[in-house]
């Protein structure tokens, strides 16, 4: 028979388990609670040197490659994940190509059975499949994302319904984040980590940080992106500042000064690069060449074609004394490297200083104004010839010709390029040749210099309130 005093022991025994095993469990819980506030400003200290690796990439001169690999180690890092990966969008190709891929990463993606096997044997094989392998932008679980930009937390990548590849011994228990990377209306990819340990999934305070490490890549990436754009715009003007004084210096520091013409020119360049040029060429001691040329485009490739044309008529200015034979050289050199959508029109003449005549020819250029002093008129000389680089030779040949004009005192000479004739004023109005043969006639007897002067400001006067839209050059000869 059980005595009072042992039932009382007893119960006290019990109460005290009980008691001990309260405390064990508030410890436990104390405990848990410990490790996960830890886990928490574990991932809080390492999303701000992620963050702080995001702002000093965007100060390195190509700022988005480093970024991809930031931004890939930074998340899985963050979340405590195996790896990661960051697939861009090329919208070209309508694929998602992989930028970055971190080492190892398990796959979310389907696997080839030829890939399977040899991986079996060869560790390689995934690991440069997964890293040069696209998918199509709508295709798999990346595909779904991307589409619908709207992000996933899977424990298990199996037991999606986004995922329904075969199983394989690669992926037999892959847990996996994965979230768009998008800005506005700039979709850049997406960004993913994935684990393959067995004792871990991803809770909803890793997917919190996850999804904000995601944004904020985001915002890095525009950043990155801008950046980028305005390096390459720097590097652009500087290399065309730089283009644009070669090409001013290949433009005759000073005009000629001959006993009987005086010359005056001008070249206002639409853009930063001109694609008008004009050209001195002293042949020998009693022939002197005068030419003009514009290349159809502006910019960069018709400065270039410019330059080479100027270099070609300058080597073959010597070898004969017909203009339209010299222009017929150029164009054979020229034609063969030409772009199909590209030609030069062309004026080029030439002074004999033992006597009053100039002999020019014209490559589908505007006919050069004559104003005769006697009679105060101004002519357009017009002799045939077609633009440069239209025809391998047969043509241009057949149709060029020269044309000779006596140039007696107080005549002046007017070559320009279209960009003045077809200047427009702000009510769409174009200046028009007979304004600029009006103009031209107005000014002719003051001289040379006058006749550039004079034409120039007129032009600016029209088009004031309008950016020039074409290159404008201008040359003037007077005959003494």
């Known amino acids: 028979m059980t005595t009072w005093p042992a039932i009382i022991i007893l119960l006290l025994v019990v109460v005290l388990l009980v008691l001990i095993y309260r405390q064990w469990g508030q410890y436990q819980l104390l405990e848990e609670v410990k490790r996960e506030r830890e886990h928490i400003v574990g991932e809080e200290r390492r999303m701000f040197d992620f963050l702080h690796g995001l702002g000093e990439a965007l100060t390195h001169d190509d700022p988005q490659e480093k970024m991809y690999q930031l931004i890939v180690e930074g998340a899985f890092t963050v979340v405590d994940a195996v790896g990661g990966a960051i697939y861009i969008h090329a919208p070209e190709k309508g694929v998602l190509q992989p930028v970055f891929y971190s080492s190892p990463c398990p796959p979310v993606i389907e696997l080839p059975e030829r890939i399977i096997e040899r991986a079996r044997t060869n560790s390689q094989t995934l690991k440069s499949f997964l890293r040069l392998h696209s998918i199509k932008e709508d295709e798999g679980i990346l595909g779904e994302v991307f589409h619908t930009q709207q992000a996933i937390c899977l424990a298990d990548l199996r037991d999606s319904d986004h995922f329904g590849a075969p199983l394989n011994f690669f992926q037999q228990h892959t847990a996996t984040m994965i979230a768009p990377l998008s800005s ?32 904020q890549s985001s915002y890095a990436l525009t950043s990155a992106r801008i950046h980028q754009e305005a390096v390459e715009k720097r590097q652009l003007e500087s290399e065309l500042r730089n283009a644009s004084e070669i090409q001013r210096v290949l433009l005759p520091k000073n005009d000629p000064t001959l006993d009987d013409y005086q010359f005056a020119a001008v070249n206002l360049p639409a853009k930063v690069l001109s694609g008008d040029y004009y ?87 505007n006919p050069p104004l004559h104003f005769e002093h006697a009679t105060g008129e101004v002519t357009e000389i017009s002799p045939r010839g077609m633009a440069i680089g239209v025809d391998s030779g047969e043509v241009f040949e057949r149709i060029i010709t020269d044309t000779t004009i006596r140039m007696k005192s107080g005549d002046c000479l007017l070559f320009y390029t279209d960009g003045a004739s077809e200047a427009v004023d702000i009510n769409g109005r174009e200046f028009d040749v007979p304004r600029l043969i009006e103009e031209f006639t107005n000014c002719a007897t003051k001289g040379a210099e006058n006749v550039v002067e004079h034409l120039e400001l007129t032009l600016r006067e029209f088009t004031k309130g309008l950016p020039q839209a074409d290159d404008i050059t201008l040359i003037a000869i007077e005959k003494r």
């Open 184 to 215: 506005g209306t700039d979709n850049y990819g997406v960004l993913l980590v994935s684990d393959d340990r067995l004792d871990r999934t991803f809770n909803d305070n890793d997917y919190e940080v996850f999804l904000s490490l995601a944004e």
């Open 279 to 365: 050209d001195y060429v002293s042949i020998d001691e009693h022939r002197y060449g005068v030419t003009m040329g514009d290349v159809s485009g502006k910019g960069l490739p018709a400065s270039l074609v410019a330059a080479i044309t100027r270099s070609v008529l300058r080597a073959n200015a010597a070898f004969d004394r017909s203009p339209a034979k010299v222009l017929a050289r150029v164009n054979q050199i020229i034609f063969p490297d030409i772009r199909e959508d590209m030609f030069i029109t062309k004026v080029y003449a030439v002074l004999d200083k033992a006597s009053d005549e100039i002999t020019l020819a014209r490559a589908g250029h």
